[in-house]
């Protein structure tokens, strides 16, 4: 009866450590799951990051995926005749900020992820050396990102303006121009 009693005792025991066992296990693998998750779109948003920074240098082709490649290519050929700053090392990009940057995946597709940033670009114009003379833009980024090889790549981007350091200027030579016209008009 004693001898019956132990062997329980040690199948309770054996049962209860497969359990902890086995629990233990699916915790560990749910954490590396977890894990990888995290370090793929700490990945994703450094990439992001420096897709900003090449797309300021007009270097980005490199993070396009074909199809993306072939429109862009398509649009900067419509456009060449009509910018009058390219953005580009020789237009005089002197700072790229990038004030946020939120990059998520896509909930139902794991091959695809959106990010979405603030940026602000100082271009150095003229012989100046005064920044408040420096030309400055701030826009809205949008960047809708898929797996291609797995790599992640752009495949679509939208760029929303913000400010533009000439709109304080277009300002200032409205204000002046109507107190100009007020004057003219009281005065005569």
């Known amino acids: 009866m004693k001898k019956g009693w132990i062997m329980l005792l040690l199948g309770v025991g054996l049962a209860l ?10 915790a560990l693998h749910k954490a590396r799951q977890t894990i990888a998750e995290y370090q793929d ?8 990051e420096d897709f900003i920074r090449a797309y300021a240098q007009g270097k980005h082709q490199a993070y396009l995926t074909k199809a993306a490649a072939n429109r862009f290519a398509r649009e900067d050929n419509r456009e060449k005749d009509h910018e009058d ?51 400055i833009q701030t826009f809205s980024l949008y960047s809708a990102w898929v797996k291609e090889n797995e790599e992640w790549k752009v495949n679509n981007v939208e760029i929303t303006l913000t400010a533009d350091s000439s709109d304080d200027e277009l300002k200032r030579q409205a204000k002046e121009a109507l107190e100009n016209a007020t004057k003219a008009r009281d005065g005569e």
């Open 41 to 48: 779109v700490d990945t994703l948003n450094q990439r992001s």
């Open 17 to 26: 450590s497969l359990g902890w066992g086995f629990n233990q296990y699916t």
């Open 85 to 135: 700053v390219h953005m580009s090392e020789e237009s005089g990009l002197k700072n790229v900020e990038i004030k946020q940057l939120y990059t998520k995946k896509i909930k139902e597709r794991d091959d695809q992820a959106e990010s979405y940033a603030t940026v602000r670009l100082q271009y150095e114009l003229g012989g100046s050396n005064r920044p408040t003379d420096d030309y």
